[in-house]
């Protein structure tokens, strides 16, 4: 049951010296400090067990066309400051209940030349520091352009980072580890060929930004709750080593439109000396608005199959035909054109992965490349190529719906926009309406390319209110959305929780692309996932991609047992089984761990954690008594420790234990595994060697005594 609490107990330590303000976290480790300098400009710090987190950084704004801006001549007119201390149930998650507590400071501040109002509101959880500006309604200040947000992150030191390159429309990069002042010499290396544009900085870096000091203090930067406003990278001065906000510009290069009375999202800095905490931590979900969706029993966590490995690898393609059908008075005819004869997308094939997942009780099964308009996209025109309701003639979709429905298997729809996001605004209404009519429920949408209207970015105001507004057009309809190529999240699931995935990183496809660094599951929990949930498509079993397309020379950089502990490590509640069904027939011993493994949880304990090298995680079932357990592990081969007292104390369990074999490697060995059962208490523990780029993954069912026979305890 939600409550809130206005505590006045509670002791928030509020001081005056001059405009000095000093806020604590409620327990107390974490004091943010903010005051005026001389000439009135903001500036907080931030302190951690007594240890500056934040050096003194500065606060404000650059407007365009307005030579005073909003940096300067302020002074503290108001001050209030509240606790609250709730909890509230999410939809779906890592956690039955999160704990919402925070002590608040809120700072008016006021222009003495212009009598302009500005609001800036603290949140202190015992995990780190929220902070947004808000624009009060007043007569000096209603519409206005961002010209640039100059908040300021100032670090302490030469801190070890994992950072990916700054750039307005993708985030699909390996993260690279280096120091700081690191950064501008290795940019050049960081950028992949097909990154979409030069970064906008040589030490420009994308938040979430993942930090560790020197003295073993670990740091996130990131923001929440991103609506109506420009995602936020960071410029790092690497000669001072301060981190400023950064906003994505529009066409016209304007970073934010503005009507008072509104607000900014958060800026988020995580802190904590133990990388676990950044990890479990629901500070950015807190920060985001209640449920918006008051029936929310059409939402639900979904394990799926596709058509769409077959395409990612080369073995099948998304277009029907290489030659462009004719048009006429808005008929697109395919009965003059050939087909290609590598479509993946067809009713016979459909099928197969329908009775796969039936057979193995999957929820869906997505199907992209069934709609008409891609052979147009992949070679000319690229505007408005799709309709999103005209299937190819080799798709036949009632059959196909019915057929899905006689295997209690839902389809799943694929809208590749194209980036053009005012034609699928257009055709969204019927589009949704089309699904609905044919029993889909939930959809994968794409906007692979530069965004139309031209000169926007996949990162800027127009394009996030965009995102935004399919989500929510979505819900009208009961319809879930898993978003690709969209702006990474910021927690605004918890309001639109039939946002139930989003891409936004460097995900399974570019092991068929090249391959991603062996490490980089270990850096994405720090990083993408502190926002929300990610569709990394994980479940390859066959990883020499050649045996897919002997064109194609490219290695999936895991081992198999990895890919089952991804399940677990990168959390999301949709979750897909992405190689193909012959593939998991080969080994259906192993496959069992992805059939049985939950997508919901009540509870979640992270076990070991070291960002760039391990991670280990136990979650519990959603109303049951199960566990699983995933570790995945980074280039350098180790032993993983873990105690079992997250265990009932008197209940015992069988662990079925999915683990490397002695010699396997992610390049040389990559399918070697063992599995074996032992009887496990609270009182167990485990030591058990992870391989280069491996991992394990164990289940843990409650058994009785006949179970138990033959087993050793381990």
């Not at 030659?323 to 479509?343: C, I």
């Not at 993946?344 to 869906?364: E, M, P, Q, R």
């Not at 139930?500 to 991603?516: K, L």
């Not at 070291?610 to 959603?622: D, L, N």
Request: net charge neutral.
């Amino acid at each position: 049951m939600k409550k809130a609490l206005l505590i006045t107990t509670l002791m928030i330590t509020l001081f005056m010296e001059g405009n000095a303000q000093e806020l604590r976290s409620p327990n107390g480790q974490l004091i943010m400090n903010f005051s005026l300098l001389p000439s009135g400009t903001p500036q907080y710090q931030l302190s951690y067990k007594n240890k500056l987190v934040i050096n003194p950084s500065t606060m404000g704004f650059e407007l365009k066309d307005d030579a005073k801006s909003l940096q300067t001549d302020f002074t503290i007119t108001d001050t209030r400051t509240t606790s609250h201390d709730s909890n509230w149930q999410p939809v779906w998650g890592e956690v039955k209940t999160i704990r919402d507590q925070y002590n608040e400071l809120a700072v008016t501040l006021t222009q003495k030349e212009t009598n302009r109002k500005l609001l800036i509101r603290f949140r202190l959880f015992d995990d780190g520091l929220g902070f947004r500006y808000e624009f009060p309604e007043q007569p000096n200040l209603v519409y206005f352009v961002i010209k640039e947000e100059r908040t300021q992150f100032a670090m302490t030191g030469d801190h070890t980072a994992y950072w990916i390159a700054g750039d307005y429309d993708t985030q699909e990069y390996d993260y690279t580890t280096s120091r700081l002042t690191e950064i501008r010499g290795l940019m050049k290396g960081a950028i992949t060929p097909n990154a979409s544009q030069t970064p906008f900085s040589p030490t420009g870096v994308q938040t979430a930004l993942m930090m560790k000091t020197a003295d073993g203090m670990y740091i996130n930067i990131h923001e929440a709750a991103l609506i109506n406003y420009s995602c936020m990278h960071l410029d790092l001065d690497d000669k001072s080593l301060v981190f400023q906000s950064w906003l994505t510009p529009d066409a016209t290069g304007d970073k934010g439109y503005m009507q008072a009375p509104s607000h900014t999202p958060w800026r988020t800095i995580m802190v904590s000396d133990d990388a676990r905490t950044i990890l479990a931590s629901k500070m950015t979900y807190n920060l985001n608005e209640p449920n918006k969706i008051e029936d929310t029993s059409w939402i639900k966590p979904t394990k799926y199959m596709g058509v769409w490995w077959e395409m990612i690898t080369g073995k099948s393609s998304w277009s029907y035909t290489n030659e462009l059908p004719s048009v006429q008075l808005g008929v697109t005819d395919y009965s003059n054109v050939k087909p290609n004869g590598t479509h993946g997308a067809t009713t016979g094939n459909v099928k197969k992965y329908i009775d796969f997942a039936s057979l193995h009780g999957f929820d869906g099964v997505l199907v992209e490349g069934w709609n008409i308009g891609w052979e147009d996209w992949f070679g000319h025109a690229k505007d408005y190529v799709f309709d999103f309701v005209t299937p190819y003639p080799d798709f036949n979709l009632t059959e196909l719906r019915d057929y899905a429905k006689s295997k209690n298997v839902k389809l799943i729809m694929h809208h590749e926009t194209s980036g053009s996001t005012r034609n699928y605004e257009r055709h969204l209404d019927q589009a949704f309406k089309f699904m609905k009519d044919n029993n889909y429920d939930a959809v994968k949408t794409g906007y692979v390319g530069p965004i139309l209207p031209k000169g926007f970015y996949h990162y800027d105001q127009y394009t996030v209110n965009h995102y935004q507004y399919v989500v929510e057009k979505a819900a009208e309809y009961k319809i879930m959305i898993n978003a690709h190529e969209a702006v990474r999240p910021t927690g605004v699931a918890r309001t639109w929780p039939n946002l139930i995935g989003n891409e936004s990183a460097r995900g399974t496809e570019f092991q068929a692309f090249g391959g991603s660094k062996p490490n980089h599951v270990t850096i994405l929990p720090f990083t993408r996932l502190i926002g929300g949930p990610m569709d990394y498509t994980p479940g390859v079993f066959e990883m020499d991609i050649s045996k897919a397309n002997p064109s194609n020379n490219s290695h999936c950089n895991s081992t198999l047992a990895n890919q089952l502990a991804l399940y677990v490590t990168m959390y999301s509640p949709l979750q897909m089984a992405a190689d193909f069904p012959e593939n998991y027939n080969r080994f259906l011993d192993a496959f069992q761990f992805i059939k049985d493994v939950a997508l919901d949880w009540d509870d979640s304990k992270y076990l070991e954690a070291e960002p760039g090298q391990y991670i280990t995680v136990a979650r519990k079932t959603k109303g049951k008594s199960s566990w699983f357990i995933g570790n995945v592990n980074g280039e350098t081969p180790r032993t993983s420790s873990i105690a079992f007292n997250f265990l009932d104390v008197d209940k015992t369990y069988i662990a079925t234990i999915y683990s490397d074999a002695k010699d396997a490697h992610y390049k040389t060995n990559p399918q070697a595994y063992t599995i074996r059962k032992a009887i496990v208490t609270s009182k167990s523990k485990l030591a058990q060697w992870s391989a280069s780029g491996g991992g394990y993954a164990i289940s843990i069912t409650e058994a009785g005594k006949e179970q138990l026979k033959g087993l050793k305890r381990l």
